[in-house]
Every structure is written in structure tokens, then in C-alpha cells.
């Protein structure tokens, strides 16, 4: 681990603690694609960081092994200095997880999927009811609480999973895609949430796809495309100057500069 | 249009082989079986050939009505056999609806039952082999009852799809459609016994069948044959009015479902009912327990297991009825009651596969494997316990062997015992092939059911050799009706099923927490 990133530097200039998400040469391999390729990534404690990529950059997987849920061929995870694959039931307590592409237990009410994450994380049932409470009510979806969640839209399924994450009050929450398909109003109330959360010293990983909402709504952000990570750093650090969409395709690349189907004009 | 379709079936067809070799094992045993199955219909129809027009008209009639009986009945059982080419698929596409209807009648040709339905229907010409007009009319008929087949069932799959885009009414029937099919064996013997002059009953039933549309199509060949040209041609008009009338609701349904979005909401519910998560302690292993238990009786795959088991000890009985007197009925009862809780609790061997990847929860949380096996088996166990406690009661009553009723609850506990133990193990150790969320209690997928298959025998032995001296004793005690040795069985049961379920508990826990990443890679492969 030769290459020490950004952010790594700054934290230990800074002198804080140890990062809140801290990983080391993860690598996975399916089959005879490697997925994630010895990345290296620092995400300091108390920031807002944005996971950026294309398509089936490995972002999901990345997430999936630095959470404890997918075994890493090679590498280490360590959370608040906690190692992850060394004693996972201390890591994942420090974590929340809005995976995606997961299926939930959508046969509960949403009230009962949000305390049955509660419950098993151990928690005591007068603390669960009353968050359960409060979370229902934050995300709007107290009026649906008796409904089964396989009877949901896709947003409100969003956001019960984000409750079910935020449940048992995490050092770190970890979200892969929060915002997809979630309507306007919900996105601005869990930007607030996640916001707060933040200002009273948690810290944020969200993957996305969408590069403006990422310079907007973070502070950190790291770029992944092909298995590996491209940049890493404040947001301010990794777009230099242009907007973070200009960097990103400069990053990636893969634009096509021609003027392209040229029957597709209506005129 | 129609040979896009046609083609893009095909292509299906072959990537999906190409997928894997167990999907070409399948395939190769389904068409085995198919081509088998027409071998036999056309060795029986050349040789009903011997007969004369009239039976080979009653035996055709018959077998043919049944057939397309099943046409219309098992797409709406097993919910959607065959939707590779699901219709919805092609909303975006601007089909014209003439080619799309052409289109995917032809393609469900491809395919091992609609081709063999083809096959089997044309050769009902086989029959005619002494008959040249009757054949010829049985090429046509035959080719006409096929694709009829084919539009009825994609016609009832319509009508229902669009009746059952509430969840609640796919649930329900999935599960209650269920009930009929478990009794199907003592219903058709009841039947069967019922009807004394069977032989005078049929040809009566045949003919009235052959003016109605399930039979019509069939009918016509026997009367070119026997030159009744007047009831042919009224036939062929019955038969090409059904044909015509099930296209026209197909495409009525079809044309209706393509602009109704498959979502439908349901009422809207605020908080304050939690269910079984009332019942259960408040801690992870309960609260493992009550989400269990709600998917007992929420999800469908789960409670046609709970509605088929105690169901099972009366189709055993039914199925004895007939071969012993009232003291065996009783003792057919209690034991089936002893099946009826085995299968309750054997269910959890696949419970992670049926959690598929929303088990997620579960690896994120980092629940023990303790908590997890415990709360699990807690809820299978205490509903397995009912049915084989109420069959055991009332099945000894019955006999009137209340002196053995220690031993058939020494075999249930031991059953539910060990069946729960081998369970937790094998559900941390390995994953099934098993219907996804959603999905009907009786689809699975093509293919690779062999390893599941295995892995559910080796289940069963292990169950049975874990039960051999409640089962000895009981035996011995009930053969031999001696109490005293059925209290000792209630004893070995109590114990040894009490230790393997401790056993089991631990071992699972242990794989649990050793392999649960592994569990959740292996769920989600097959989503």
C-alpha cells in the first residue's frame, strides 16, 4: 500500500481519530471479471462523502464487502478503526445500510420492518417504538404505517429501508443509491436529515449517479470506474475548478464527440 | 411481426440453455418425457384404430376434452407456466394487435407442451387409419384443437392476470387452488367407485360433450367418418366459434391489460398493529420468531405448506379407507399427524432461500447465528406442535388406543425435534432452489432442481435415522400393545429430540456465523 490518497494525508495532518471508513488493497474477483481491484480509500470521520461512478463501475460491490456483506478476496476494512472482517459484530453496529437491489421482508407493515431491524440489532423495545415513531413520522410515511411494504411505491420502499438503517442511530451510515425514484419532497427532507445527522459528527457515504446532486449535498467525494479509484479527496480537491459532471467524464472518459445520429432531428 | 416473435422465442430458448448445463439436463428430460408421453398417445390411437368410428369418437372426445380442460386449468395453478413471451413486455413496442395475438399463439408452439399438444392433436389422424376421410378431418380438427388449447390458456392467463394485479387475490388463490389438487387422488377414486355402469355412463357423457365447445372439435372426425355430414359441419361451427370467442376475450383482456399499469394499490393503514411482534419477546431472537411467524401466515409459500401438512393426514386416510376398518383409520390419522408436523418444521431447511436476498438484513445487523436458528425453529416449531397434537388425540380416540396416545407423541415431539435440529443446519449449510418473494408456492425454476432434490432426501434420511428408537419403540409398543413401551418412547422422543434440536441449534449457529456472507452471495445469484 504504497499509494496514500488524499484524504488519508489530511486526516492524519489534521490529527483526528482514525477514519470513519478506512480500506486497504479490497479486491473481488466473479468469475473472470475482476470487479474491485486492490482500491485504497479514506473517508474521514464526520464528512459527507459521494461515491461516484458508471455502471458497473463496482461501486455496489465495494460498498457490499466495506459493510460486512460480501467477502473480499483480498484487502481490509476497517470502521472507526474497528476491522470489519476481523470482528464484524462490533463493525456493523457502528453501521447503517441502505443496500440496493435488495429485496426487503415486504410481506411486514412498515412499522413492523423498521422495529424488526430495531429487535435485531438488540435494541430495547421501548427505545425501538419510540424511533420507530419518530422515524415514520420524518419520512413522511406515518400514514402508511400499517400498510405491507410489498404494497409500497418504489420511493416509499426507499425510504422505509433508510429508516431501517437509521434505526439503532449509527456512527456511519452507508447508502447506495438513496434517491433513486424518491419524489422531490422526500429527497429535500432525507438531504436535511442526512445533514443534520452530519453536523452532529456522523458520517455520510452515498453512492449516486447523479454528479450535481453530489457537489451539492457533499463535502468528499471519490471517484470509481473499472474496479479501481480515479480520485479521492474534498470535492473542491477532485473537481479542480470545473463542475464535478466536467471532471467525472474527463475522468472516465468514454464520451462520444461526434455529432451522432444525424437522422434524429425533427426539423 | 409473427416471425419476429417467433424467432426471438427461440433465441430465448437457446441463451437460456446456454446458461447453464443443468437447464439442458431439463430440457433434455422434459423432452424425453414429452416425446415418451406421445409415444404411448400414438401407439394407443393406431390401435383404437382396430375399433370402430364410434368408440374411437368416444375414447377421442373424452381425452381430448381433457385435455383441453388442462389447458384452461394449470396456467391459472401454477401462475404463469410459460411467460417468456409475457405480453406486458411488449406495451412499449407498437405491435399492431392482430400480429402480437398471431404472434404469440404460434411461438407457444415452441416449447415441450404446446408442441407435444400439437403433435398428439394432428395425430389423432392416426386413429382414423382405416378411415381416409376421417383422417383427413382429424389433420384440420386436430390442428384447430391445439391452437384452441393455446388461446384458452392465454385467454384464462389474461383474464386472471388482470383480476389478480391485486396481491391480495394472487396470494389467496395460489394457496386455496391448492386445496382441490391435494384431493384430487380420493376425489377421482371416489368418482371412479361412484359411477357403477362406468361403460354405459361414457359414451353418454362423450356424446354430450361433442356438442359442447370443450368436446365439439373433437367430435367432427367420427362423423365424416360415419358420413353424418350435417353434425360434422354443425360441430366445426361450434368449434370455430370457441376458437373465435376465446381470441376475442384474449384480446378484449389483453388489450385492457396493456394500458392498466401492473401496480394497484391497496388501502392506506397507520401504525398500531404489530402482530406476532406483540406475542414474542422483545429481543433478536424474537423478534426472528415473529417475523417468521407473520411470513407463516402472510406469504403464500409459506402458509400452503401450513395448509397442505395437516391436510396430508386425511388424504392418507382417505387413501386407506377403503383397504382397513375404523381402528386403522384412527392409527392412519395419528401417524399422518406425525408427517403433517414433520413437514411443518422441515420447511426451515429452505427458509434462507425463501428470505432470498432481503436476508440482507440479517448479515447487516450482524443477528447471531444463535438468535437466528432459534427464533426460526421457535416459530416452526409451535405451529407443527398443533396439528400433530390435536391428529394425535383425535386419531387414538378414534381407534380407541388412548393407551398408545403417549407413543405417537413420543414420535411427534422427536419428529419436530430432530427435524428441527437437521433443519437449522442444513438451512445455514446449504441454499435451495426455491420460488422467489412473490412468486406461486408451486413455480420453480427449470433445471436445477436435482442438487435441491438430493440435498431434501439426504434431509429426510438424516431425520429418520436421528428418530430410530422412538420409532422402534413405538412400533413395538403399537404392534404389540404394550403402554408401558409407548411412555418410554414419549420419553426417548422428549429427550432425543430435545438434544438434536440443541445440537442442531448450535451447529447452525455456528455455520451461521461462519458463513453467513456466503449465504446471502449464494441467495443472490438466483434472484
Not at chain 2, 17 to 37: E, H, P
Not at chain 2, 150 to 163: E, G, N
Request: hydrophobic fraction near 50%; charged fraction near 15%.
Amino acid at each position: 500500500m504504497t499509494e496514500i490518497s488524499p484524504s488519508l494525508t489530511e486526516a492524519r495532518a489534521a490529527g483526528q481519530g482514525p477514519p470513519a471508513l478506512a480500506i486497504r488493497g479490497l479486491s473481488k474477483r466473479f468469475g473472470s471479471k475482476l470487479a474491485v481491484n486492490a482500491i485504497d480509500l479514506d473517508v474521514p470521520a464526520g464528512s459527507f462523502c459521494g461515491l461516484v461512478g458508471p455502471n458497473g463501475a463496482g461501486k455496489t460491490t465495494s460498498l457490499s464487502m466495506a459493510t460486512g456483506l460480501l467477502r473480499p478476496d483480498a484487502g481490509q476494512v476497517w470502521v472507526h478503526g474497528v476491522d470489519v472482517w476481523g470482528s464484524p459484530l462490533e463493525a456493523k453496529r457502528l453501521m447503517g445500510l441502505l443496500p440496493d437491489g435488495v429485496r426487503l421482508f415486504d410481506r411486514l407493515t412498515g412499522e413492523q420492518l423498521v422495529t424488526y431491524a430495531g429487535l435485531l440489532r438488540g435494541m430495547d423495545k421501548d427505545t425501538v417504538v419510540e424511533r420507530v415513531r419518530d422515524l415514520l413520522e420524518t419520512l413522511d410515511l406515518a400514514r402508511d404505517a400499517g400498510t405491507l411494504v410489498v404494497d409500497y411505491s418504489a420511493g416509499m420502499t426507499k425510504k422505509i429501508a433508510l429508516a431501517s438503517a437509521l434505526i439503532h442511530a449509527p456512527r456511519l451510515l452507508v447508502l447506495d443509491e438513496p434517491f433513486e425514484s424518491v419524489d422531490p419532497v422526500s429527497a429535500a427532507n432525507i438531504r436535511d436529515i442526512l445533514h443534520n445527522y452530519v453536523a452532529s459528527g456522523g458520517t455520510v457515504i452515498v453512492s449516486s449517479h447523479v454528479m450535481d446532486l453530489v457537489q451539492r449535498m457533499c463535502d468528499h467525494v471519490a471517484v470509481i470506474a473499472r474496479g479501481s479509484v480515479l480520485a479521492a479527496g474534498t470535492v473542491d480537491q477532485v473537481r479542480g475548478g470545473l463542475s464535478l459532471e466536467d471532471r467525472f467524464v474527463e475522468l472516465v472518459g468514454g464520451r462520444n464527440q461526434t455529432a451522432g445520429l444525424q437522422w434524429l432531428r425533427t426539423s | 411481426m409473427v416471425a419476429h416473435l417467433l424467432r426471438l422465442k427461440l433465441a430465448l430458448l437457446r441463451n437460456s440453455l446456454r446458461r447453464s448445463t443443468m437447464q439442458i439436463v431439463g430440457l433434455a428430460i422434459g423432452a424425453l418425457y414429452g416425446l415418451g408421453i406421445l409415444g404411448m398417445v400414438l401407439v394407443g390411437l393406431v390401435a383404437l384404430g382396430t375399433q370402430g368410428p364410434e368408440t374411437i369418437g368416444v375414447v377421442t372426445v373424452l381425452a381430448g376434452a381433457a385435455l383441453f380442460l388442462g389447458w384452461l386449468i394449470i396456467p391459472v395453478v401454477a401462475a404463469g407456466l410459460d411467460m417468456t413471451l409475457d405480453p406486458a413486455r411488449f406495451t412499449t413496442y407498437a405491435i399492431p394487435m392482430r400480429s402480437l395475438l398471431a404472434g404469440l399463439s404460434l411461438s407457444s408452439f415452441i416449447g415441450i407442451p404446446g408442441a407435444i399438444t400439437l403433435l398428439a392433436s394432428v395425430g389423432t389422424a392416426a386413429a382414423w387409419w382405416r378411415h381416409p376421410l376421417g383422417a383427413v378431418a382429424a389433420l384440420v380438427c386436430g390442428a384447430l384443437a391445439a391452437l384452441t388449447s393455446i388461446v384458452a390458456s392465454r385467454a384464462v392467463t389474461a383474464a386472471s392476470a388482470s383480476l389478480a394485479s391485486s396481491r391480495r387475490f394472487k396470494d389467496l388463490s395460489g394457496v386455496v387452488l391448492l386445496v382441490p389438487l391435494i384431493f384430487l387422488g380420493p376425489i377421482v377414486a371416489g368418482v371412479t367407485a361412484g359411477v357403477k355402469d362406468f361403460k354405459d355412463y361414457l359414451p353418454s357423457l362423450a356424446g354430450t360433450l361433442s356438442w359442447t365447445p370443450l368436446g365439439a372439435v373433437w367430435a367432427v372426425p367420427a362423423d365424416v367418418a360415419g358420413a353424418l355430414w350435417g353434425q360434422a359441419a354443425a360441430k366445426l361451427a361450434i368449434a370455430l366459434a370457441t376458437a373465435a370467442a376465446l381470441a376475442w376475450i384474449w384480446k378484449a383482456c389483453l388489450q385492457r391489460a396493456l394500458v392498466t399499469p401492473a401496480y394497484s394499490g391497496s388501502r392506506r393503514r397507520g401504525a398500531g398493529s404489530m402482530g406476532f411482534f406483540r406475542l414474542f419477546p422483545a429481543t433478536p431472537a424474537g423478534a426472528v420468531a415473529a417475523r417468521s411467524m407473520t411470513y407463516w401466515f402472510r406469504d403464500p409459500r409459506y402458509s400452503a405448506g401450513l395448509v397442505i401438512a395437516p391436510l396430508l393426514p386425511l388424504v392418507l386416510v382417505f387413501a386407506g379407507s377403503r383397504a382397513a376398518g375404523g381402528g386403522m383409520l384412527g392409527t392412519t390419522l395419528a401417524l399422518g399427524g406425525v408427517l403433517a408436523a414433520f413437514l411443518v418444521v422441515w420447511s426451515i431447511s429452505s427458509d434462507i432461500s425463501y428470505d432470498n436476498t432481503a436476508f440482507a438484513l440479517h448479515v447487516a445487523s450482524g443477528v447471531s447465528g444463535t438468535a437466528d436458528r432459534s427464533g426460526r425453529a421457535l416459530a416452526a416449531g409451535s405451529l407443527a406442535v398443533v396439528p400433530g397434537v390435536v391428529y394425535a388425540v383425535v386419531g387414538t380416540g378414534i381407534a380407541g388406543t388412548w393407551a398408545l396416545l403417549p407413543a405417537v407423541l413420543g414420535l411427534i415431539l422427536g419428529a419436530v425435534g430432530s427435524g428441527l435440529g437437521l433443519a437449522s443446519v442444513f438451512s445455514a449449510r446449504f441454499t435451495m432452489n426455491a420460488p422467489l418473494p412473490g412468486d406461486s408456492p408451486l413455480k420453480s425454476k427449470p433445471g436445477n432442481n436435482f442438487p435441491t432434490m438430493l440435498i431434501q432426501l439426504a434431509g429426510f434420511a438424516g431425520v429418520g435415522v436421528l428418530m430410530v428408537p422412538e420409532i422402534v419403540l413405538a412400533a413395538v409398543a403399537m404392534s404389540t400393545n404394550r403402554p408401558v413401551l409407548g411412555w418410554i418412547a414419549l420419553a426417548a422422543g422428549v429427550t432425543l429430540g430435545t438434544v438434536s434440536l440443541m445440537a442442531g441449534l448450535r451447529l447452525g449457529a455456528r455455520q451461521f456465523d461462519r458463513r453467513a456472507p456466503e449465504l446471502l452471495l449464494a441467495v443472490s445469484a438466483d434472484r
